[in-house]
Nanobody
Framework: VQLQAYGGGLVQAGGFLRLSCAAS????????GGWFRQAPGKEREFVAA????????DYADSVKGRFTIFRDNAKNTVYLQMNSLKPEDTAVYYC???????????????????WGQGTQVTVSS
């Protein structure tokens, strides 16, 4: 599965962006989807994840209440709506897809089999 993330950009603090992760195959609807981010000099960290059906979602504490992950399986796309952006949200955002059953692994980078190329999000103060 090839993933392409897009939608990043430069936004002022308090603003919003919507990231999209488009998959090359319809089988993407059988994968859990995740978003991770990596700021300069820091390790890649979990942001949000969504189950195959879209019913189950998980978020990092730092983005709860501000970010929403959702998906449209008919379009083979997972989205990340980011509101009330803060300068500390600045990072390269990556989408990923994983096939493991259940949801306890959603925040674990190593459990995702496929990754997109990343899209830069910059939040100015």
């Amino acid at each position: 599965v090839q993933l392409q993330a897009y939608g990043g950009g430069l936004v002022q603090a308090g603003g919003f962006l919507r990231l999209s992760c488009a998959a090359s195959e319809r089988t993407f609807s059988s994968y859990a989807g995740g978003w991770f981010r990596q700021a300069p000099g820091k390790e890649r960290e979990f942001v949000a994840a969504i189950s195959v059906s879209g019913i189950r979602t998980d978020y990092a504490d730092s983005v709860k209440g501000r970010f929403t992950i959702f998906r449209d399986n008919a379009k083979n796309t997972v989205y990340l709506q980011m509101n009330s952006l803060k300068p500390e949200d600045t990072a390269v955002y990556y989408c990923a897809a994983g096939l493991r059953p259940g949801f306890t692994w959603y925040s674990q980078i190593g459990e995702y089999a496929y990754w997109g190329q990343g899209t830069q999000v910059t939040v100015s103060s």
